[in-house]
């Protein structure tokens, strides 16, 4: 299970067309009914992937730019060719994180940590 928005909810629609189709799909092909067992965990692991995805901003694997960004990025000109970001005063993003994220030179190390803690929170809950 990824958290990102596209391959979240394809798995949610996986989910729920097993959930709302499983006698009829069970009846044309009978050597998937173990597959049928655990059609309420393809749903939740689909749903819950499509939420995460929505907090890490990522729709596969690519960060949605839907809102404007807290960051204003400038020049760096002491090195020639760097950018540097500067945080906008009382900006607040509204939902997920800001794509200027995607750009700093520590967001693997950044995104691993935080996805990681936000699956364990939402693991332990």
């Known amino acids: 299970m990824f958290g990102d928005i596209g391959h979240g909810f394809v798995l949610f629609l996986v989910g729920s067309m097993m959930c709302i189709f499983n006698d009829v799909l069970i009846a044309k092909v009978p050597s998937l009914e173990g597959m049928f067992r655990v059609r309420y965990l393809f749903l939740l ?8 995805g929505i907090v890490y901003n990522d729709f596969m694997a690519i960060p949605i730019f839907a809102f404007d960004t807290c960051y204003e990025t400038h020049e760096d000109h002491d090195h020639p060719g760097h950018k540097h970001a500067i945080l906008k005063e009382d ?10 994220w995607y750009l700093a030179h520590n967001e693997l190390t950044y995104m691993n ?5 936000v ?7």
């Open 45 to 52: 692991m689909g749903l819950f992937a499509t939420f995460c």
């Open 113 to 117: 940590s935080l996805k990681m803690k």
């Open 91 to 100: 900006c607040v993003y509204p939902i997920g994180i800001d794509p200027t």
């Open 119 to 125: 699956s364990v929170i939402l693991g332990v809950m």
